[in-house]
């Protein structure tokens, strides 16, 4: 059995912002299913969505502050969660990073080192809960300072940083960092200076024992230019300890034989059930209802990310196709303004709800024929995975883990039984048509459709399979 120390700065339910939560609340609820001594830490922010007790434990002085740790459990799991209290920075209302605005907080530098500070005292058993961890398991820049501070500790534990989106590095200025009370052992172009900057990501990209990523794919792209956003170098100097796991789904929410959010379930022996679930995704979306007619789906931030751009460009050629197409999402407002326009030219076969709606998006996943996800990078992505478990065929653009968790359509894949999707490669409108059209037709052969779509619910994307991976590599450091 290991110990393990899971530093967090968001974990669902209790608070998300991204799939880094999805991830904070799965990923060690699966370890504890593996019988892992595991304690998630992340910061006692003040709208913590829990309905589980939450108790004082203890206190203690970090950085000539006195912090309290609570302690709660995980809801619906055996994983109890340590929570950093220290009203100052962390007990107002509002996202974990950002303001009402969206920009970010003024004292984010400070909130997240005394996050990590804690984390570190938890780490050595330095935090009266008489208890050490084999493994720290960090993720994302927020946690990034980990294990920097640990390196200068004796007798520490191993340490793993996950990088969930190369994006979001927590960069800040030198001014700060001196601020900030950091050993000055770690200012260097080798340790967190990155030009000039305070680079918490760097802390766990060059600290770590061990560095992971969501996807095998991603694990490669991001050593390159596109992905690396100028750390594809130290990426590539770190390779050796540097691999990709793709994430898991939480299975039981996302089950069409279960799922209170759909009109009817259904598996892959009674995918004819499917179709109920089609017309009630019609109804709700104020769309003609027909059995026949393709319809796709589009759960997303309308961001360039997202290939948003790219499907822009296609709708005029795809309104004119025998389609329906439901989209749910927000963001950038040119984009949503430009989709509701499409959807008040084509009130007949375009749906846009602008927002996010679970209950909605389960909907689209079990209701839709095809869900269109043609991202420009994707470190792992979630919706192609629940959209093969609800046996909707996704059309992805092969990067990150969409390329590591969908099998093209062609002659091969569809013989062999392997094929689970419709991919294609350059990030251009005329490409995403292409598959399109492809897609069109591999719908228009019935019996060849059923084949991608119980090929695409026989694929098993429980995070079981994600924890034994991680639980091998805590067991090889």
Known sequence: MKKILFVSSEAHPLIKTGGLADVSGSLPKALAELSQ????????????????????????????????????????????VWLVDYA??????????????????????????????VA??????????????????????????????????????????????????????????????????????????????LSMIKGGLVYADRITTVSPTYALEIQTPDFGYGLEGLLRHRQDVLSGILNGIDVEQWNPQTDPAIHQHYDMNSLEQKSGNKTALQQKA????????????????????KGIDLILDCLPEMMAMPIQFVLLGAGNPNFEHRLQNFAHLYPHKMSVTVGYDENLAH????????????????????????????????????????????????PESIANG????????????????????????????????????????????????????????????
């Open 37 to 80: 001594d595991i304690h998630l830490i992340l910061p006692n922010y003040q709208h913590l969505n829990t309905s589980e007790e939450i108790r004082y434990v203890c206190s203690l002085r970090v950085d000539n502050r006195d912090i309290n740790i609570m302690e709660t459990r995980l809801p619906h799991t055996n994983v109890m």
């Open 88 to 117: 100052p920075f962390f007990n107002f209302p509002g996202n974990p990073y950002n303001d009402a605005n969206g920009n970010a907080w003024a004292n984010n530098a400070e909130r997240f080192t005394l996050f990590c500070r």
């Open 120 to 197: 570190v005292e938890v780490a050595m058993n330095r935090a009266h809960l008489n208890w050490k961890p084999d493994v720290v398991h960090c993720n994302d820049w927020q946690s990034g300072l980990v294990p920097a501070l640990l390196s200068l500790e004796e007798h520490r534990p191993a340490t793993v940083f996950t990088i969930h989106n190369m994006a979001y590095q927590g960069l800040f200025s030198s001014s700060q960092y001196y601020s900030l009370n950091i050993s000055g052992r770690l200012w260097h172009p080798n340790g967190l200076e990155f030009h000039g900057m």
């Open 286 to 305: 104020s769309l003609p209802v027909n059995p026949d007619i393709p319809v796709f789906g589009l759960i997303s931030r309308l961001v360039e990310q």
């Open 363 to 410: 909907l689209i996943e079990a209701g839709s024929d095809i869900f269109l996800m043609p991202s420009r990078f994707e470190p792992c992505g979630l919706n192609q995975l629940y959209s093969q478990r609800y046996g909707t065929i996704p059309i992805v653009r092969q990067t990150g883990g969409l390329a590591d968790s969908i099998e093209d359509a062609l």
């Open 418 to 477: 392997t094929a689970t999707g419709v991919s294609f490669h350059q990030a251009h409108a005329g490409t995403l048509m292409e598959a399109i059209k492809r897609t069109l037709i591999l719908f228009s052969h019935k019996e060849t459709w059923r084949h991608l779509q119980r090929n695409s619910m026989r694929k098993d994307f429980s995070w079981h399979n994600s924890a034994l991976q991680y639980l091998k590599l805590y067991n090889d450091i």
